[in-house]
């Protein structure tokens, strides 16, 4: 069985802060894609890596694909209160998607 | 504004009841997924399907759930009967081709009493 484990599970921070979100598995993904879940709605999908070792930037939000492909990471600079919500990674397995643990945020005014 | 829509949004049942879930994809997709969200098991897949054929309904509990796509528009996951410990949200996404993008509903919150 395939898993991605997310950490931290929970995480509370100011506003203007830094985080980092960790998405690790022992298995290789062909990519791998980040969503954000807000309450009483569907993921809404962020980014997709593909390649060992791609950085992409959206906004204020670096993800990075490990060199493995095997794990990636969610750098958000100076977070703000929108930021708040579910962060999911998934791994895609021929066109199936396997779902990370979620990494839920809360961002403080 | 194209978005997948999930109905009902929100339903409550007895246990033993048949519970009936509706998807219609975005117009144009031929791959939907059911998936199926609760706080210990986080977001897992049901089964899904590509131009209305079923590929994999491995994740789904064959006695009690069934999964059909009647035609292109319309995507069904019935439960019967219902348990308690069905008590999830349920979402559908749709995609197109073997193209990677999902595109989630807003989802069914479904408790079972």
């Known amino acids: 069985t395939q898993l991605l484990e997310q950490s931290p599970q929970f995480l509370s921070i100011q506003e203007g802060e830094n985080l980092t979100v960790y998405c690790n598995s022992s298995s290789v993904f062909s990519s791998l894609q980040w969503y954000r879940q807000e309450p009483g709605e569907g993921p809404v999908l962020l980014v997709t890596v593909v390649t060992g070792g791609e950085v992409k930037k959206l906004k204020r939000l670096t993800f990075q694909f490990g060199d493995a492909r095997k794990d990636s990471s969610l750098h958000i600079t100076a977070a703000q209160p929108g930021d708040t919500g579910l962060y999911l990674c998934a791994g895609l397995n021929t066109d199936k998607l396997i779902f990370g643990t979620g990494t839920r945020l809360q961002v403080f005014p | 504004d194209a978005r997948v829509t999930q109905t009902p949004r929100h339903k409550v049942t007895e246990m033993g009841q048949e519970v009936t879930m509706r998807c219609q994809p975005i117009?144009?997709?031929?791959?939907v997924f059911w998936y199926r969200q609760t706080m210990m098991q986080g977001l897992e897949l049901l089964a899904y399907?590509?131009?209305?054929?079923?590929?994999?309904d491995s994740g789904m509990p064959k006695d009690r759930f069934s999964a059909e796509m009647p035609d292109a528009t319309l995507a069904t996951l019935k439960i019967q009967p219902s348990e308690p410990r069905d008590s999830a949200v349920y979402f559908c996404a749709s995609g197109f081709g073997d193209t990677d993008t999902q595109y989630f509903g807003p989802g069914t919150r479904l408790t079972v009493l």
């Open positions: 399907f590509r131009n209305r054929a079923p590929l994999d």
């Open positions: 117009l144009g997709h031929n791959t």
